[in-house]
């Protein structure tokens, strides 16, 4: 995973949600407003990853359980300031 120098060590990242949310491994957040950008490598390829959703939200990468004993990387979103609802419009484009 290449993130961006803005995520920065969440520990308490379980704090206040579900049991599962335990289980997540090394979590990293950042803030981020309106878009969020950064690349994901797949192996030999590079993804450009646009998250898009309008105001602020924060993004938590971490290493998450898969069948087990597999783990996987992944993101949980969640906007800033409570709402009754919100729409996330994720983009994946290759880095050439």
Known sequence: MKLPDSFAADPAFATN???SFKYWRDARSATYR?????????????MHVTIASTGDFRIWHASSPDLPPKRRDSFYLEKT???TSATFTTTFAPVK
């Open 17 to 19: 949600r579900p049991e």
């Open 34 to 46: 309106d878009r969020a950008e950064f690349d994901v490598a797949y192996g030999d390829t590079t």
């Open 81 to 83: 300031a409570p709402d």
